[in-house]
């Protein structure tokens, strides 16, 4: 069965810091990868996805980036903070060609700029 | 853009009670899911509907894509506190690979 793994859990950082979230998929080949930003309580906000390695697009202009330097390996960094990055992180999977479309996600990175 | 509506956006309900969340849209989505997420925790996919006018059924949960395929409906039945969280329905448009675009949400609480 396929897992999905996100670290760190919690994150408090100050402005201006660098980040790096790390997300890995087992289980699994060639999967799409996607990285989300959660307002609290409300929906979803595709940030990144990626459909192989070194494939990134970005959905929103910000102050974030992303890479994915192996198949099942995607990062999320950021060279300096800004108080607006706050929020929860998440990462999601889905197949290459899933039926319906469907995704998988991880549980989450709960990041704090202070 | 896809913009995809969810309503109420939030619930209160006593256990035992019928509810309805209704997700839609302007747009046709080859595929139609819906989330239950907990707080802190990742979204679980519930199910996935695709042809229009389907129903499927989970247990206590009845999922209606519309014959149009731009709303759908999650209906619970005899609601309990298990129940409680953020239900999020996400549409694919065809010609976006595996990409989803979310509703809001509708945050359910499900009162002993």
């Known amino acids: 069965s396929q897992t999905i793994h996100q670290w760190p859990a919690t994150l408090v950082q100050p402005v201006g810091s660098p980040l790096s979230l790390e997300c890995t998929v087992e289980g699994t080949s060639n999967p799409n990868l996607y990285w989300y930003r959660q307002a609290a309580g409300r929906g979803l906000q595709l940030l990144f996805y990626s459909v192989g390695i070194g494939q990134i697009s970005s959905e929103v202009p910000q102050n974030l980036s992303a890479s994915r330097p192996q198949d099942r390996q995607f990062i999320l960094s950021s060279k300096k903070l800004l108080l607006s990055d706050s929020g929860f992180y998440l990462c999601?999977?889905?197949?290459?060609?899933?039926?319906?479309?469907?995704?998988?996600f991880g549980p989450g990175t709960r990041l704090t700029v202070t | 853009t896809q913009l995809l509506e969810q309503s109420p956006q939030f619930l209160s309900i006593q256990e035992g009670e019928n509810l309805t969340v209704y997700c839609n849209s302007s747009s046709v989505f080859s595929s139609l899911q819906w989330y239950r997420q907990e707080p802190g925790e990742g979204p679980v996919l519930l199910v996935t509907v695709v042809t229009g006018g389907e129903v499927k059924k989970l247990k206590r949960l009845t999922f209606q894509f519309g014959d149009a395929r731009k709303d759908s409906s999650l209906h619970i039945t005899a609601a309990q506190p298990g129940d409680t969280g953020l239900y999020l329905c996400a549409g694919r448009v065809s010609n976006a690979g595996n990409m989803l675009t979310f509703g809001g949400g509708t945050r359910l609480m499900v009162k002993p």
């Open positions: 999601a999977w889905s197949h290459p060609t899933g039926t319906g479309g469907g995704q998988y």
